[in-house]
T-cell receptor, first 115, second 113 residues
Framework: ETGVTQSPTHLIKTRGQQVTLRCSSQSGHNTVSWYQQALGQGPQFIFQ???????GRGNFPPRFSGLQFPNYSSELNVNALELDDSALYLC??????????????FGNGTRLTVT | DQQVKQNSPSLSVQEGRISILNCDYT??????FLWYKKYPAEGPTFLISISSIKDKNEDGRFTVFLNKSAKHLSLHIVPSQPGDSAVYFC????????????FGTGTSLTVIP
């Protein structure tokens, strides 16, 4: 069973630029969620993808967008980067929604620094 | 609006003693809770969960207690080991899907050899 892998591990961008982060989900898991973890904070839910469609979104502006592909991998795109977007971005795979309590399986994250 | 709160940013415990990590929540409709452990440069890993119909769940050295009237849960680690040094997050479900979560801000546990 392969785990969740994220790329790149680190990234430095300039304010106003755009960034794409990638995630390959754990085999057998067709649901992918993205979380933002700012320094000193807990992970904060950005959105979730299931069957290639967004299935729930947290309190993040539209410049945060995503995609899920037929192989269940996913991308997180952030446009017009702001300094406050500097954070660890975590991807997590899980069982499909609506099946009760379902722990998340996280990747090691992408550390994004916006200067 | 912080639905899940961990008020202790850090905790230090001697090896072999008990570690107690606390978590408070505001929504009485939460029907289960989870604890995650995170090492530096790694993603969080699932540790243990508890359903709201129970007041205790145990897995080896780890026990989670739930006090619904106080809207409080705690994670007990006995005996604590140096390898337990990590950041611990409690989490509660965001909605009815079962796999979207609120996370607390975390407690950094240091177990001193």
């Amino acid at each position: 069973e392969t785990g969740v892998t994220q790329s790149p591990t680190h990234l430095i961008k300039t304010r106003g630029q755009q960034v794409t982060l990638r995630c390959s989900s754990q085999s057998g898991h067709n649901t992918v969620s993205w979380y933002q973890q700012a320094l000193g904070q807990g992970p904060q839910f950005i959105f979730q993808y299931y069957r290639e469609e967004e299935n729930g979104r947290g309190n993040f502006p539209p410049r945060f967008s995503g995609l899920q592909f037929p192989n269940y991998s996913s991308e997180l795109n952030v446009n017009a980067l702001e300094l406050d977007d500097s954070a660890l971005y975590l991807c997590a795979s899980s069982s499909p929604p609506g099946q009760g309590a379902s722990p998340l399986h996280f990747g090691n994250g992408t550390r994004l620094t916006v200067t | 609006d912080q639905q899940v709160k961990q008020n202790s940013p850090s905790l230090s415990v001697q090896e072999g003693r008990i570690s107690i990590l606390n978590c408070d929540y505001t929504n009485s409709m939460f029907d289960y809770f989870l604890w995650y452990k995170k090492y530096p440069a790694e993603g969080p890993t699932f540790l243990i969960s508890i359903s709201s119909i129970k007041d205790k769940n145990e897995d080896g050295r780890f026990t989670v207690f739930l006090n619904k009237s106080a809207k409080h849960l705690s994670l007990h680690i006995v005996p604590s080991q140096p390898g337990d040094s990590a950041v611990y997050f409690c989490a509660a479900p965001l909605g009815r899907t079962g796999n979207q979560f609120y996370f607390g801000t975390g407690t950094s546990l240091t177990v001193i050899p």
